[in-house]
């Protein structure tokens, strides 16, 4: 694959905006690989009995392309890289595309924890969130997925990032997995009145992908002020990622659930807190059912203790 480097704004913003859509959001070389050559060239390696029938093929293929048979190939002129470019400079580059294209590094994390900080009411917190610009997933989600129930309730639980429903909504579990949610939180006598539900992350990851540990990173002072500010009595943590984040841990769920561990704030408040399995994957997984399901009970009987 040959490609000419984008010289006008225009051509440097498309690039951008091309890569922002496709969820790229971190530069790891100076030069772009083709992963594609490299693999082929490599499984051609591999398997040299299959090479000559893919010569005449080769001779088919259109000037300029790659035959997968031929060593990895540095693309000649390749556009350049997103660490390579300030893309905040580019006159003509869309405002998301501009911002989507600051990598998200330690002075974004520093930035959410100083503004999270500040934050002395839930509306506070979510003004501030809706206005930081420094992670990337704000620019491909429709909605920034704050929170949904009751600010006051004794039951806070928390999920790891809002799907499609949710985007479109802008209130977390809205979807089928809310739905399930929904059924259990109603097995022990709750529902959307008496508990309040939120993410670990507030923006949807394009195409659902699984929040990188850089955005995690970012995303988690907003959700630790968050439940700083709600102080409930009990947390959930639905799935590991959120019990991972919010437990310094790094147990995967099926350990860690069913067993009553401590959320510290930073203002050193310690609130109980029982991992349990991810609505999502209970749908994916119905025998588990049984074992969220004694999760809630236990839950149910610490909030009776608590009254
Ligand atoms: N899964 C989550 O973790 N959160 C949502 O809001 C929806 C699905």
Redesign the pocket.
Known sequence: MTAASPSTPAEIAELLAFYASAGVDDALEDAPINRVAEAAAKSAERRPAERAPAAPRQEARPEGRTAPEQAPERVENPPAPLSGLDASTIPDAPARVRAAAAVPDEAQAAAARQLAASASTLDELRQHMAAFDGCNLKFTAKNL?FADGNPNADLMLV?????R??DLEG?????R??RLLDRMLAAIGLDRNSAY?A??IPWRPPGNRTPTPHETEICRPFIERQIELVNPKVLVN??G??AKTLLNTTEGILRLRGNWRVHTTASGIAIPAMPTL???YLLRTPAHKKLAWRDFLEVKAKLRTLE
């Open positions: 997925v999920g790891e990032a809002p799907g429903d949710e209130l977390p579990f809205v979807g997995s809310g539900i993410n670990v639905l799935g990622p959120s991810h609505p999502a």
